[in-house]
T-cell receptor
Framework: NAGVTQTPKFQVLKTGQSMTLQCAQDMNHEYMSWYRQDPGMGLRLIHYSVGAGITDQGEVPNGYNVSRSTTEDFPLRLLSAAPSQTSVYFC????????????FGSGTQLSVL | GENVEQHPSTLSVQEGDSAVIKCTYSDSASNYFPWYKQELGKRPQLIIDIRSNVGEKKDQRIAVTLNKTAKHFSLHITETQPEDSAVYFCAASMGNSGYALNFGKGTSLLVTP
């Protein structure tokens, strides 16, 4: 098992550009989520999904879209990148429909200039 | 979302000493409290978790205690080793849904030989 795979590992964008961060898991986990990590701020939930076809907003959803067409994939879309979205992004999954025992991906470091 | 306060933000101990990290939460509906360890440049990894119907849980050198009345929980690491050096995050489940977590801002633990 590869676990939770995130791509790309690093990305630099210009303000206004759009892009998609990819997240895939091969553990057949129902629950997937996206967090952003900023220095001194801990991890903040952006969006989450409790199963294919179901998504919901977290604490900081503005500027981001998600979809969950399959159990395996949970991409995060930045619609029009802003410098405030410079951060490290982590995708996570867990076996149940809850947020317990999260498995995190290796992260994507995003810089928006 | 509801706040999770974590203290201290940095902690330095000598190898072999104990380390204690404390968290408080405000959401009375929280019922699940995990702790994650994040080594420099790596992904967060679950080290221990506790549910609200349990007051204490141990796993080798790591223990977590929970006081639901006072809304605080603590991580205890005994016989610390240099490889325990990392950032530790506490978290509390968000509301009644159990679908999301509120994370503390992290404690940077340094264990010196």
């Amino acid at each position: 098992n590869a676990g939770v795979t995130q791509t790309p590992k690093f990305q630099v964008l210009k303000t206004g550009q759009s892009m998609t961060l990819q997240c895939a898991q091969d553990m057949n986990h129902e629950y997937m989520s996206w967090y952003r990590q900023d220095p001194g701020m801990g991890l903040r939930l952006i969006h989450y999904s409790v199963g294919a076809g179901i998504t919901d907003q977290g604490e900081v959803p503005n500027g981001y879209n998600v979809s969950r067409s399959t159990t395996e994939d949970f991409p995060l879309r930045l619609l029009s990148a802003a410098p405030s979205q410079t951060s490290v992004y982590f995708c996570a999954s867990s076996i149940g429909t809850a947020n317990e025992k999260l498995f995190f991906g290796s992260g994507t470091q995003l810089s928006v200039l | 979302g509801e706040n999770v306060e974590q203290h201290p933000s940095t902690l330095s101990v000598q190898e072999g000493d104990s380390a204690v990290i404390k968290c408080t939460y405000s959401d009375s509906a929280s019922n699940y409290f995990p702790w994650y360890k994040q080594e420099l440049g790596k992904r967060p990894q679950l080290i221990i978790d506790i549910r609200s119907n349990v007051g204490e849980k141990k796993d080798q050198r790591i223990a977590v205690t929970l006081n639901k009345t006072a809304k605080h929980f603590s991580l205890h690491i005994t016989e610390t080793q240099p490889e325990d050096s990392a950032v530790y995050f506490c978290a509390a489940s968000m509301g009644n849904s159990g679908y999301a977590l509120n994370f503390g801002k992290g404690t940077s633990l340094l264990v010196t030989p």
